[in-house]
């Protein structure tokens, strides 16, 4: 459902404009996620380009020939842990950017929202989807792997575990300049959401390692 759920908001956003839409995934993986988005955007009848990218070369041979005969499609390493620019990502090249159940495995969850935001155009779209409640059965499934424990930034997550609520995305991506964030879902119990967050277009620049406020980026 969350899959379905995903795939209305990217046709939602394909609808809204014209042109070519630019959409990079984050962590795609085995491509669950992709499957609709890609499917959705067909049936939008908008002209897009996806950028399918994972950290694992053997996802991305998978995905070659799962969605070669896709039109528009590209497969590419990414790891939003680092600057996108120094992985050859333009700053800005994107319409969206969606990352399914992606973003609470990376250690910085600052830096990686800062990383996404680099990737988008002004007035782009990041599109989550993410668990966003504390459940025994995902610390006794994923708690057992090293990813669920490498994150490095203890103060912004919930106790125990990687995941932050709803509100702790609100908070974290309005500060990194997402001043328009929604959520959808199966309920407030489901302990799953869908985040959309629009930019303010202000790009974020890194000095010294660290990401600073810069200057708007260009309409």
Known sequence: PYNAAMAGAVAAVAAAGDGTLKVLEVGAGTGGATVAVLAALRAAGRPFE????????????????????????????????????????????????????????TPDLARSVDNAKALLRPGGVLLLNEMTAASDLATLTFGLT??????????????????????????????????????????????????????????????????????????
């Open 50 to 105: 996806y950028v399918f990218t994972d950290l694992s070369p053997m996802f991305l041979d998978a995905a070659r020939a799962r969605f070669a005969e896709v039109p528009g499609t590209a497969f590419r390493i990414l790891d939003i842990d680092a600057d996108p620019a120094g992985q050859g990502f333009a700053a800005g090249g994107h319409d969206l950017v969606i990352a399914s159940n992606v973003l609470h495995a």
């Open 146 to 219: 090293d990813g669920w424990w490498g994150f490095r930034d203890p103060e912004a997550r919930l106790p125990h575990g990687p995941l932050l609520d709803p509100e702790g995305w609100g908070g974290l991506l309005r500060r990194a300049g997402f001043p328009d964030v929604a959520y959808g879902g199966l309920g407030p119990d489901s302990g799953q959401s869908i985040v959309v967050a629009r930019s303010d277009g202000w790009m974020p620049r890194r000095r010294g390692g660290r990401v600073a406020v810069a200057r708007p980026a260009p309409a």
